[in-house]
């Protein structure tokens, strides 16, 4: 009996394992005939890494990481990863609220003496969540300082460059991603430890997640296995601008692989960093004033791809990192490419965001967008004017021009937006990239009421006319 029982088992798991391999095969040429055809061997070039509970299930290269020196893309190469190097910055802070150095309600001028408060609290929080008002220096005006990514920086000069900037809003009542925080937050955790904001990151937090590739590093460091960065502004390939890695500090200094954030996503879930409760507070989007919640924990997005996803994305010169943890599925994936096209005049850069986003459906199991068609009669029905629901001063236009839908925001953040059908409800619009955004149109007894777009959250929208 127990030689049955056992041969019995032998089967089962000879039956998963096929079963499995069958699966990691299909993602792997249905990932591999997305990419065939985008990045060639002398192009600018992508390093994928796709894993699930099981483990890592693709993990490859395409494209050049030096089109001069016609070096192929390899998959352990360095890349910068921008902004996801607010993940880090935002731990090494919860560790020193663990410890009981700091507390997220404390005031940052507690800790950065002079710091302009102009009349409100900001607090460590309010920097972490992107609540506290203070703008972006990225987009601060460089009119008398066109060369301002060449020079080099201390914290201080950093600080000093955007901190007599006028809050755009209270702290803690809106939400708008700010650079500015997180280079703060870095010179909060020099201010308490005493340390280095490098040293301090790299010996508690990328030494103690195991990673091997990830590190700072300015221009003039040899690093092993690091890519050359390009731009295609203009409609083709150039060498990317000259950029100051101090420039970024606490905000997108960091350069890595896409094993190693693989290996740092699985270091954050066992714990080894910041415990289990501060941890799922840095995965829930922050509540602001009002009582409505932004989609931003502390260093990462919270929003729904279909289903719970935890990400953030990286732009820096010559460089795109998207990073995306999908908990429900236990499915993790990390894209790093050696190319930064975001002011290309052509339809570019959005194909390549469109691209990666496929990929992401792909390794979560879901069947890729496709457009259908869809009767001129029902779109008609569709075309009209829709009021939020919960803020009553904002609309939406949805107009029909040779037989496809586009809509016109009022707050003119989009114009001209087209809509696909996916179904006779559902459609998708392209034209949003960072962010998978759909309008699904509701009927009530045969008459379009309500339009719900679905943005990470879902918003209704009433039709007025």
């Given at each position: ?10 089967l089962v798991?000879?039956t998963?394992s ?8 299909q993602?792997?040429n249905s ?9 060639k061997?002398?192009?600018p ?14 993990k490859?290269a395409f494209?050049?990481?030096n089109?001069e020196?016609?070096v192929a893309?390899?998959p352990?190469m360095v ?13 090494g802070?919860?560790q020193l ?11 940052i001028?507690?800790y950065?003496?002079?710091?302009p408060?102009?009349?409100?609290t900001?607090?460590?929080e ?10 972006d220096?990225?987009?601060a ?5 066109p060369?301002i ?30 650079n500015?925080g997180y280079?703060?937050l870095?010179?909060?955790i020099?201010?308490?430890t005493?340390e ?9 937090v990328?030494n103690r997640?195991g990673?091997?590739?990830t ?6 460091t ?7 960065g390009?731009?295609?502004?203009k ?7 000259y950029q ?6 606490g ?5 890595s ?5 693989y ?12 415990s ?5 507070k840095a ?6 004033s ?9 260093g990462w ?9 935890i990400?953030?994305?990286g732009?820096?010169s010559?460089?795109?990192a998207?990073?995306e943890?999908?908990p429900?599925k236990?499915?993790y994936v ?10 290309d005049?052509t339809?570019f850069?959005d ?7 496929n990929?992401?459906?792909v390794a979560i ?5 496709k457009?259908?068609?869809v ?13 939020l629901?919960?803020k ?13 839908l ?14 696909q059908?996916?179904?006779?409800t ?6 949003v ?9 509701i009927?009530e ?11 990470g959250?879902k918003?209704?929208?009433i039709k007025i006319?």
């Amino acid at each position: 009996m127990k030689k049955i029982v056992s041969l019995s088992l032998c089967l089962v798991t000879a039956t998963f394992s096929f079963s499995q391999n069958d699966t990691n095969h299909q993602l792997e040429n249905s990932v591999d005939s997305l990419i065939a055809t985008q990045f060639k061997s002398n192009e600018p070039g992508v390093s994928i890494l796709i894993a699930n509970k099981n483990g890592i299930i693709y993990k490859k290269a395409f494209g050049s990481a030096n089109i001069e020196l016609n070096v192929a893309m390899q998959p352990d190469m360095v890349f910068r990863i921008g902004s996801v190097t607010k993940q880090f910055t935002a731990i090494g802070i919860l560790q020193l609220v663990e410890q009981g150095k700091i507390s997220l309600q404390d005031s940052i001028q507690k800790y950065i003496t002079g710091y302009p408060s102009k009349g409100y609290t900001i607090t460590i929080e309010n920097l972490l969540t992107h609540t506290s008002g203070i703008p972006d220096y990225s987009n601060a005006d460089t009119t008398n300082n066109p060369y301002i990514e060449r020079h080099d920086f201390t914290p201080e000069q950093l600080i000093k460059y955007f901190d007599y900037m006028p809050l755009e809003f209270k702290p803690g009542t809106k939400y708008n991603y700010s650079n500015s925080g997180y280079v703060l937050l870095a010179y909060i955790i020099q201010q308490v430890t005493g340390e280095d904001y490098h040293q301090y990151i790299k010996e508690n937090v990328i030494n103690r997640a195991g990673l091997q590739h990830t590190l700072f590093a300015d221009e003039h460091t040899i690093i092993p296995n690091r890519v050359e960065g390009y731009t295609r502004d203009k409609g083709f390939f150039e060498n990317c601008e000259y950029q100051t890695a101090s420039l970024a500090l606490g905000c997108g200094d960091l350069m890595s692989t896409t094993e190693d954030l693989y290996q740092w996503n699985k270091a954050l879930l066992s714990y080894k960093l910041i415990s289990k409760e501060m941890l799922q507070k840095a995965f829930t989007p922050y509540k602001l004033s009002d009582g409505s919640y932004t989609n931003y924990g502390y260093g990462w997005f919270i929003d729904s791809f279909g289903i719970k996803r935890i990400h953030h994305e990286g732009q820096v010169s010559g460089f795109t990192a998207l990073e995306e943890y999908y908990p429900d599925k236990d499915v993790y994936v990390s894209i790093l490419t050696n190319q930064l096209s975001g002011e290309d005049t052509t339809d570019f850069s959005d194909k390549r965001f469109r691209l990666f986003n496929n990929i992401f459906q792909v390794a979560i199991g879901k069947s890729l967008d496709k457009e259908i068609a869809v009767s001129e009669a029902l779109l008609d029905e569709y075309v009209g004017t829709y009021q939020l629901a919960i803020k009553k001063k904002e609309t939406l236009t949805i107009y029909k021009e040779q037989g496809k839908l586009y809509m016109d925001l009022s707050n003119k953040t989009g114009r001209h937006m087209v809509l696909q059908p996916l179904s006779s409800t559902l459609f998708l619009l392209p034209d949003v990239m960072r962010v998978r955004t759909t309008a699904e149109f509701i009927s009530e007894n045969g008459k379009v009421t309500k339009v719900f777009m679905t943005q990470g959250k879902k918003y209704e929208w009433i039709k007025i006319k």
